[in-house]
């Protein structure tokens, strides 16, 4: 049974690229994303560092730790600050890991195969959960989103890094998704 992949496609990009409304869509639909964690961040100011924290995340940067990309967006004086909330920061990560389990729920309902009817539901289970798409998850993510740059000495710091990156992921997937939709309409 043949599972597609949702891996990078430099011809989907460059078709998309053509489009004028390209960089301009992107970002509306960023900035959608995070707004829809106002609920779990409250504070303003760390509203602002998590915006950035995930600026930085998808950037083109070689390092994807606090430090260069805190350089990238808000200069020298950004770095502390950002640090600081990465790894002390008081909000509750219970809950923005709850909302982006939400977002993720919302956003898978089924599976579509197009085996046989003979096919049990056992095997169809396990192609659908095969561990391909775990393992390609993380190898986008530590090659893209830098889940191995964390540079700090806290658990909970690594922690809220890992669970920034997921988020990111999740909104890189999502635009993966919307671009094939807009492309090849």
């Known amino acids: 049974m043949q599972l597609t992949k949702t891996e990078y496609s430099k011809e989907l990009l460059e078709k998309w690229r053509n489009e004028e409304v390209t960089e301009s869509k992107i970002t509306g639909l960023l900035t959608q994303y995070i707004h ?4 779990v961040i409250t504070n303003k100011t760390q509203r602002i560092h998590f ?3 995930l600026r ?9 730790s606090i430090e260069p990309i805190a350089l ?12 600081q909330f990465v790894t002390r920061s008081t909000f509750n990560d219970e809950r923005v890991l709850d909302k982006y389990r939400g ?7 089924y599976f579509l195969s197009n085996a046989p009817d003979t096919v049990d539901i056992a095997e169809l289970h396990e192609a659908a959960t095969l561990r391909w798409p775990i393992e390609q998850c993380f190898e986008e993510c530590k090659s893209y ?8 000495r806290s658990y909970s710091g690594f922690l809220r890094h890992l669970l920034f990156v997921m988020i990111a992921h999740f909104f890189v997937t999502s635009l ?10």
């Open 56 to 64: 930085g995340l998808m950037s083109n940067l070689d390092r994807k």
């Open 36 to 39: 829809s964690y106002d609920t």
């Open 145 to 152: 989103l830098g889940m191995d740059h964390f540079e700090g």
């Open 51 to 53: 915006e950035n924290y």
């Open 176 to 185: 993966r998704l919307e671009l094939k939709k807009t492309v090849y309409q």
């Open 72 to 83: 990238s967006i808000t200069g020298e004086k950004g770095v502390r600050p950002l640090q």
């Open 103 to 109: 977002l993720i729920g919302t956003a898978i309902k």
